[in-house]
């Protein structure tokens, strides 16, 4: 199935799709020329929709728009404490490719913007290399783990047609928001 991978002449919001979508499916196309002005202005969209909603990451295709572009951020409140896993100013990183490294995976609770109210445990590789450039032309090569780990792995896998539940070992972790934060306060 042909996408449109036009990128809006404005940088407003635009709605996240959801689980069922196409382009959640599809694999990303390359962009050819990460500098291209209007790959800056996709970088702005995505985070104006990311700030509507909140959270800490958005993939290009969440926004309908089907190419290898991410934006994600590494909050002080989510960091691990590991020496690998620094705090990350939102970063809008094209054509990335993530590199695991070592046999640590980690298990971790997980949510998604395009599962709305859901969330699960899912296990990735501890400690990753990932690299990419930025709107600007710059090159980003960083070893990174804990939190930063997950959330690139997790704005990665939109690029590559995965959903989180697809990645978990046991779906019967998987649950609504609600329902996982009453079973926490009850104890």
Same mark, same amino acid.
């Given at each position: 199935?042909?996408?449109?991978?036009?990128?809006?002449?404005?940088?407003?919001?635009?709605?996240?799709?959801?689980?069922?979508?196409?382009?959640?499916?599809?694999?990303?196309?390359?962009?050819?020329?990460?500098?291209?002005?209007?790959?800056?202005?996709?970088?702005?969209?995505?985070?104006?929709?990311?700030?509507?909603?909140? *959270?800490?990451?958005?993939?290009?295709?969440?926004? +309908?728009?089907?190419? #290898? @572009? $991410?934006?994600? =951020?590494?909050?002080?409140?989510?960091?691990?404490?590991?020496?690998?896993?620094?705090?990350?100013?939102?970063?809008?990183?094209?054509?990335?490719?993530?590199?695991?490294?070592?046999?640590?995976?980690?298990?971790?609770?997980?949510?998604?913007?395009?599962?709305?109210?859901?969330?699960?445990?899912?296990?990735?590789?501890?400690?990753?290399?990932?690299?990419?450039?930025?709107?600007? *032309?710059?090159?980003?090569?960083?070893?990174?783990? +804990?939190?930063?780990? #997950? @959330? $690139?792995?997790? =704005?990665?896998?939109?690029?590559?047609?995965?959903?989180?539940?697809?990645?978990?070992?046991?779906?019967?972790?998987?649950?609504?928001?609600?329902?996982?934060?009453?079973?926490?306060?009850?104890?």
């Amino acid at each position: 199935m042909p996408f449109d991978f036009s990128i809006p002449d404005t940088d407003a919001a635009l709605p996240i799709v959801t689980a069922g979508h196409p382009v959640l499916r599809a694999i990303a196309a390359p962009v050819a020329d990460p500098t291209d002005p209007a790959v800056a202005r996709l970088g702005r969209i995505l985070a104006n929709s990311l700030a509507a909603v909140g *959270g800490v990451g958005l993939a290009a295709p969440q926004i +309908g728009i089907g190419l #290898r @572009v $991410v934006l994600f =951020e590494v909050p002080a409140r989510r960091l691990t404490g590991a020496a690998d896993d620094p705090e990350q100013a939102p970063l809008v990183l094209v054509n990335p490719v993530i590199t695991p490294l070592g046999p640590e995976i980690a298990e971790d609770w997980e949510g998604c913007l395009s599962l709305p109210g859901l969330c699960g445990r899912v296990p990735r590789p501890q400690r990753i290399r990932y690299t990419g450039v930025t709107p600007a *032309g710059e090159a980003i090569d960083r070893t990174v783990g +804990g939190f930063h780990a #997950r @959330v $690139v792995q997790h =704005e990665c896998d939109h690029l590559d047609g995965t959903l989180y539940p697809q990645r978990m070992a046991d779906l019967g972790s998987l649950m609504y928001v609600a329902n996982r934060l009453s079973a926490a306060t009850a104890k």
